[in-house]
């Protein structure tokens, strides 16, 4: 199938199968080969959205969830969303990635490459200077010149990085001072 799209496109001067297909006369044939496409790809995201949509809405009426979600994104894709799907890759590469500097930061500096056992550590509801490195790198990403997801990645594994090492310095200096070993 690559082989003869690849071939099409060198000769119609064409990317798309179907288009090619039109132009030599297997119109039917492009159509169909098309909505067969599309039904191989999209039976596993409507089956995804439907499970994801039922677990969210708390409710076993898959159907309803189904039918609701189809509607969603033939309604997204009347209004263009295929122009915002690039847009929308790019932000995720942007906002995704600082999350993993907080958790590298986390794992080298924190935890000095040794996580204690669940039973016995007390995590807190919300890590705020985990949340604000995170809002650092990704403003960093979001505004950089450069490769977005690494600028993001660094600069909030550096941010908290920093945190984590002077909140260590000034427990151990606290403890000096109290006369606490």
Same mark, same amino acid.
């Given at each position: 199938?690559?082989?003869?799209?690849?071939?099409?496109?060198?000769?119609?001067?064409?990317?798309?199968?179907?288009?090619?297909?039109?132009?030599?006369?297997?119109?039917?044939?492009?159509?169909?080969?098309?909505?067969?496409?599309?039904?191989?790809?999209?039976?596993?995201?409507?089956?995804?959205?439907?499970?994801?949509?039922?677990?969210?809405?708390?409710?076993?009426?898959?159907?309803?969830?189904?039918?609701?979600?189809?509607?969603?994104?033939?309604?997204?894709?009347?209004?263009?969303?295929?122009?915002?799907?690039?847009?929308?890759?790019?932000?995720?590469?942007?906002? /995704?990635? =600082? &999350?993993? $500097? *907080?958790?590298? @930061?986390?794992?080298?500096? #924190?935890?000095?490459?040794?996580?204690?056992?669940?039973?016995?550590?007390?995590?807190?509801?919300?890590?705020?200077?985990?949340?604000?490195?995170?809002?650092?790198?990704?403003?960093?990403?979001?505004?950089?010149?450069? /490769?977005? =997801? &690494?600028? $993001? *990645?660094?600069? @909030?594994?550096?941010?908290? #990085?920093?945190?984590?090492?002077?909140?260590?310095?000034?427990?151990?200096?606290?403890?000096?001072?109290?006369?606490?070993?």
């Amino acid at each position: 199938m690559t082989l003869i799209g690849a071939f099409g496109a060198l000769v119609y001067q064409q990317a798309d199968i179907v288009d090619i297909m039109v132009t030599q006369g297997l119109a039917t044939l492009g159509i169909l080969m098309l909505f067969l496409n599309l039904w191989t790809t999209q039976d596993n995201t409507v089956y995804n959205f439907a499970v994801a949509g039922c677990n969210m809405l708390r409710t076993r009426r898959r159907k309803s969830v189904t039918i609701g979600g189809a509607a969603i994104g033939t309604a997204l894709a009347v209004m263009g969303m295929y122009e915002w799907l690039i847009p929308f890759l790019v932000l995720l590469g942007t906002f /995704i990635p =600082p &999350i993993g $500097g *907080v958790i590298m @930061a986390s794992y080298f500096i #924190g935890y000095k490459r040794r996580y204690p056992a669940l039973d016995e550590v007390t995590l807190p509801a919300f890590n705020l200077p985990g949340l604000a490195a995170y809002a650092i790198g990704s403003t960093a990403a979001y505004t950089s010149p450069w /490769i977005a =997801p &690494i600028v $993001g *990645v660094l600069a @909030a594994a550096a941010s908290y #990085g920093l945190v984590l090492l002077v909140s260590d310095a000034v427990r151990e200096r606290r403890a000096q001072v109290l006369g606490v070993a």
